[in-house]
Nanobody, 123 residues
Framework: VQLVESGGGLVQPENSLRLSCAAS????????MAWYRQAPGKERELVAG???????YYADSVKGRFTISRDNAKNGIDLQMQRLKPDDTGVYYC??????????????????WGQGTQVTVSS
């Protein structure tokens, strides 16, 4: 199993960025997936998730600004980030999770991690 993120970089506040995660070794379309973020000096947190049935979940801090989606043709997921803020800065990780709700509530349940991609929001 492999998860490879791409699309990170430096972006100014209020701009947009799209992250992608390409998976191999399993079928994304029948899996629960999530994006996590780790800001400097903070714990890794789940910011967006999508269940195997396509239900999406978001952390309050990103609700209305971030959109997670699944691309079955590419066997991957994306994270569209809009109206970015400096607080969105961090390393973003793609993850395969057992269950998104369980992961949100417990902070556990990650089966596989990607290597992460840096997102820096700064003027």
């Amino acid at each position: 199993v492999q998860l490879v993120e791409s699309g990170g970089g430096l972006v100014q506040p209020e701009n947009s960025l799209r992250l992608s995660c390409a998976a191999s070794g399993f079928t994304v379309g029948s899996s629960a997936m999530a994006w996590y973020r780790q800001a400097p000096g903070k714990e890794r947190e789940l910011v967006a998730g999508i269940s195997s049935g396509g239900v999406t979940y978001y952390a309050d801090s990103v609700k209305g600004r971030f959109t997670i989606s699944r691309d079955n043709a590419k066997n991957g997921i994306d994270l569209q980030m809009q109206r970015l803020k400096p607080d969105d800065t961090g390393v973003y990780y793609c993850a395969k999770v057992e269950d998104v709700v369980y992961a949100l509530r417990t902070g556990r349940g990650v089966e596989y991690w990607g290597q992460g991609t840096q997102v820096t929001v700064s003027s």
